[in-house]
C-alpha cells in the first residue's frame, strides 16, 4: 500500500520508495532489538531460552511480535523485487527465502524465536547502505562519505562479530546436543534446519562482506558511487 502511494514509476523512483520502506523496517525493528539487549538478559549459552523463549509473556511477546513484523516486511519485499528487479540482486531474494522463510517456521512452532529476534541487531548495517544509495549523486558530500564509512563498519561489527562469531558461534557450539536429547524426530529436524538456515545467512554476509573488500581494494568508491549489486 505505501509503495503504491509513494510517487514515482521509474527504477530509480521504485528503489527510492523500496529504501523509505526499509527504514521503517530497521527503525522499529532495530529500536525494539537493541532495547531488549541493553534492558533485559540474554542466555546464550542456554538453548532453552534461544530455542523456547523466555519465561516471562510480555517479553515473549515482544520477540514475537517483532519478528512478526519483520516477517511481513520481509514478504513484501520479496514481492517487490519479484516485480521490480532493479530494487536487488539475487543474493536478496535468497536472503529473503531463508530469513523470511525460516523467521515464519520459528514463529508458528514457537521455536529459536530468540536467535531470530536478536538476530536482528544484524540490520543496524541496513539504513547507511540505503542512505549510502540515496546521496549517491553527492558523493563528495558529508552523508555519502559518513554513510560509507558506517556501513562498513556497522556491517562488519554487526553481521561479522556480533551475529556470527557471537551469537552463531554460540549456537553452533551449545545446541547439536540439545537437539539430539530432543524426544521429537519432527522437533530435532526443525531444529537442525533452523541452524542449517542460520549457517546459510552467514555464508550471505560473507559474500557480502567481500563486495565491501573488492570495492575498498580496487578504490573505486573514491572516484565514483560503486553499485554492490553490480560487483561481480
Not at 174 to 192: F, G, T
Not at 193 to 210: D, H, I, K, M, P
Amino acid at each position: 500500500m505505501m509503495f503504491r502511494i509513494l510517487p514515482g514509476r521509474d527504477q530509480d523512483s521504485i528503489k527510492l520508495k523500496s529504501c523509505y520502506l526499509s527504514h521503517i523496517h530497521c527503525l522499529v525493528t532495530i529500536a525494539s532489538c537493541v532495547t531488549y539487549w541493553m534492558t533485559n538478559p540474554v542466555y546464550l549459552s542456554s538453548p532453552d531460552f534461544m530455542v523456547n523463549g523466555p519465561e516471562g509473556q510480555f517479553e515473549t511477546d515482544w520477540m514475537r511480535h517483532t519478528i512478526a513484523f519483520s516477517i511481513g516486511y520481509f514478504a513484501s519485499d520479496f514481492a517487490l523485487i519479484l516485480s521490480n528487479p532493479c530494487i536487488a540482486g539475487v543474493d536478496m531474494i535468497a536472503h529473503h527465502i531463508i530469513i523470511g522463510g525460516f523467521f515464519l517456521l520459528g514463529l508458528i512452532d514457537r521455536c529459536c524465536t530468540s536467535y531470530h529476534f536478536l538476530f536482528i541487531v544484524e540490520e543496524i548495517s541496513t539504513p547507511f547502505l540505503n542512505l549510502r544509495w540515496q546521496y549517491r549523486e553527492h558523493k563528495d558530500g558529508f552523508v555519502y562519505q559518513s554513510c560509507q564509512l558506517l556501513f562498513a563498519v556497522t556491517f562488519f561489527f554487526s553481521r561479522l562479530v556480533v551475529g556470527t562469531g557471537y551469537v552463531w558461534f554460540t549456537g553452533v557450539r551449545v545446541l547439536p546436543a540439545y537437539i539430539a536429547s530432543l524426544p521429537s524426530a519432527l522437533r530435532r529436524v526443525h531444529l537442525a534446519s533452523q541452524l542449517l538456515a542460520c549457517t546459510l545467512s552467514r555464508g550471505l554476509n560473507l559474500f557480502w562482506f567481500s563486495k565491501v573488500v573488492r570495492i575498498v581494494a580496487r578504490g573505486d568508491y573514491r572516484k565514483r558511487h560503486v553499485d554492490e549489486d553490480k560487483i561481480r
